[in-house]
Nanobody, 123 residues
């Protein structure tokens, strides 16, 4: 069992930056791939970024490539999403999810999910 808690969301102007954190508790977090998804009002949830259990593989949605960076610190049981050059269209609730299988988090189908953190980008 893995429990996930997101933090770091907030209100930022376009062009600004935020760093989201996904803190995990439970066993063997370092064995899990972790991904970030987001859901904007009246839109379907979409994959944003993912990182493998080893940290050696990452994947990004085309819409965030070059602007967002996912990383992990297993000593702190935390995965980060650094978001730069934010745009109003990045406004959404951001969720992290974890799964032993990297492909599943890339598909946004991890076994474990956090409650989400709101990111609002003003123009």
């Amino acid at each position: 069992q893995v429990q996930l808690v997101e933090s770091g969301g907030g209100l930022v102007q376009a062009g600004g930056s935020l760093r989201l954190s996904c803190a995990a508790s439970g066993r063997t977090f370092s064995s899990y791939a972790v991904g970030w998804c987001r859901q904007a009002p009246e839109k379907e949830r979409e994959f944003v970024a993912g990182i493998s259990w080893s940290g050696t593989s990452t994947d990004y949605a085309d819409s965030v490539k070059g602007r967002f960076t996912i990383s992990r610190d297993d000593a702190k049981n935390t995965v980060y999403l650094q978001m730069n050059s934010l745009k109003p269209e990045d406004t959404a609730v951001y969720y992290c999810n974890a799964d032993p299988n990297f492909s599943m988090v890339v598909l946004g189908r991890g076994d474990y999910w956090g409650q989400g953190t709101q990111v609002t980008v003003s123009s």
